[in-house]
């Protein structure tokens, strides 16, 4: 398959434990974006990637969460000591021009 | 402070019928617009998308207009079928290929048979 993969698919964890969730884009997208989305809300921008660029941290809700793309492939998205307020799906979505590619997204739930 | 807005939350037409799903943005920046479909438990599908310089794209059964003047867009889908029942988000962009989205909070479509 040629599109965005996220894994895992489903995330429990305990409060205050971190969390590492990764996305493999679609080849030769420079481009890697995360997004989340929680209960009855739209999607929530969190960091992007652009080749070598700085990445636009500017969506990332506190410090706890983090962010790193090797190359122009895989990214993983950390959250440390995580709160019940991040509870949401996360989604990655890839591009090479205007339109951005989703993946099936990480559902986490944090008790 | 919300820039992009979809103000009904659901939708319920007659297969069949038309469906129109409306988005209204704040942000004269904006440059360019999608819509992406989603289902449960599955992560948001590309739909249709609009430039600016456009005020009509349609693609089959869909169609989107934009009015630049009202800052106001719509997706119509006809004729509606019930695999089109999903919930639908507008999202829109400033000029530059790559730069992030800005998602209204999405409309659930239902669409009965």
């Known amino acids: 398959g040629a599109g965005v993969s996220q894994s895992p698919s489903n995330k429990v964890t305990e409060k205050g434990k971190d969390v590492e969730l990764r996305c493999d884009p679609i080849?030769?997208?420079?481009?890697l974006y995360w997004y989340r989305q929680r209960l009855g809300q739209g999607l929530e921008f969190l960091i992007y990637f652009q080749g070598n660029s700085a990445p636009d941290k500017s969506g990332l809700p506190s410090d706890r969460f983090s962010a790193e793309r090797t190359g122009e492939s895989v990214s993983t998205l950390t959250i440390q000591r995580t709160q019940q307020e991040d509870s949401a799906v996360y989604l990655c979505a890839s591009s090479h021009g205007e339109t951005q590619y989703f993946g099936p997204g990480t559902r986490l739930l944090v008790l | 402070d919300q820039q992009v807005k979809q103000n009904s939350p659901s939708l319920s037409v007659q297969e069949g019928r038309i469906s129109i799903l409306n988005c209204d943005y704040t942000n004269s920046m904006f440059d360019y617009f999608l819509w992406y479909k989603k289902y449960p438990a599955e992560g948001p599908t590309f739909l249709i998308s609009?430039?600016?310089?456009?005020d009509k794209n349609e693609d089959g059964r869909f169609t989107v207009f934009l009015n630049k003047s009202a800052k106001h867009l719509s997706l119509h889908i006809v004729p509606s079928q019930p695999g089109d029942s999903a919930v639908y988000f507008c999202a829109a962009k400033p000029a530059g290929a790559n730069s992030k989205l800005t998602f209204g909070k999405g409309i659930t479509l239902s669409v009965r048979p």
């Open positions: 609009i430039s600016s310089i456009k």
């Open positions: 080849s030769g997208h420079t481009a």
